[in-house]
């Protein structure tokens, strides 16, 4: 469970120090800035990740693994979760956004746990029980309640907006479950998958989304910026994140581990206070409380808790 914890804590954190970013002049400049910048800013976010992770394994002397492991069948498995995860899901969030407004799209979005949790159950067999459940509901009405704001996008095209939604649900909650299935064998490690996970996705955002969306130019005249700088240590914060996300769905399975992820909505708020001076409504704390709360729940097996106690009696 620390892992999972520890994982929302760190996306928390990687949120507000790239919400830094996105606010500054080079993405502000232009009209066509502010609609490249969620695809410039993930595209630099997972290049300068897939760095950090180079660093990583380099450190752990695995490097020499990262090609033996992607022509692994689980290596395979990793690739495809990355665009899922990755060009898929952060795709459809971002066109979400432009098309029916950040409000309607977070609401959406924060489900990607409940549809991840069914997922398992149907593929890995994993089941929750009722309490679980219960307490997954509560962390995701808490995720919609904290994120939603008033006076939404008007928006002539609802249903395409809805539709990108939709397809970053599906695409965040199946990373998750292809990720599980593809660490089962034990044929190669977490890390090893992440780095698979996080060059996959950049590869495919600087060969295919930065040329389609026209973005390259704007993109290496942000690499030389104090924005670029901003985003790496963002970077480093979110391949933390990955790194314990990716141990947690290794450990306790993938609902359980997206259950816990999702608390990084009310760590955001705690760094938000902390690194921003941003004041903190008691709506907000109340709202943070049932997340945590919520997950933590579903992520607690009652019946394990009983047995180890029963076997430290012993």
């Known amino acids: 469970m620390a892992y999972g914890l520890l994982a929302g804590f760190f996306w928390g954190l990687d949120t507000v120090i790239l919400g830094i970013a996105l606010v500054m002049s080079p993405f502000l400049s232009t009209e066509q800035a502010i609609l490249l910048a969620p695809f410039i800013s993930t595209f630099i976010h997972d290049f300068c990740s897939s760095l950090w992770m180079l660093c990583y394994m380099g450190i752990k002397k695995e490097s020499r693994k990262i090609l033996a492991a992607l022509k692994t069948r689980s290596g395979k498995v990793i690739v495809l979760a990355a665009l899922m995860g990755g060009p898929i899901g952060m795709t459809g969030y971002v066109l979400s956004i432009s098309y029916i407004g950040a409000a309607y799209t977070a609401i959406i979005s924060a489900l990607f746990p409940g549809v991840g949790a069914l997922l398992s159950y149907i593929f890995l067999k994993e089941k929750m029980k009722g309490y679980q459940i219960a307490g997954l509901t509560a962390s995701i009405l808490g995720v919609i309640a904290l994120g939603y704001s008033p006076g939404g996008n008007e928006s002539t095209n609802m249903l395409l907006g809805f539709l990108f939604a939709l397809m970053c649900v599906i695409g965040w909650s199946s990373e998750a479950v292809i990720i599980a299935y593809g660490l089962k064998t034990q044929e190669i ?77 009310a760590w955001s708020i705690v760094f938000g206070a902390i690194i921003l001076n941003e004041e903190v409504s008691l709506r907000s704390v109340i709202f943070a409380l049932i997340i945590v709360g919520g997950s933590v729940t579903a992520a607690t097996d009652l019946e394990e808790i009983v047995k180890f106690k029963k076997k430290a009696i012993i």
């Open 189 to 265: 490690s977490d890390s090893l998958a992440l780095q698979i996970r996080q060059l996959t996705s950049a590869i495919f955002y600087g060969a295919i989304i930065i040329p389609v969306v026209g973005g390259w130019s704007f993109t290496l005249s942000i690499l030389s910026t104090k924005t670029a700088a901003i985003i790496l240590l963002a970077a480093l914060f979110g391949t933390t994140s990955y790194l314990f996300y990716y141990k947690a769905i290794n450990k306790i399975g993938a609902s359980k581990a997206m259950a816990l992820n999702i608390t990084y909505s």
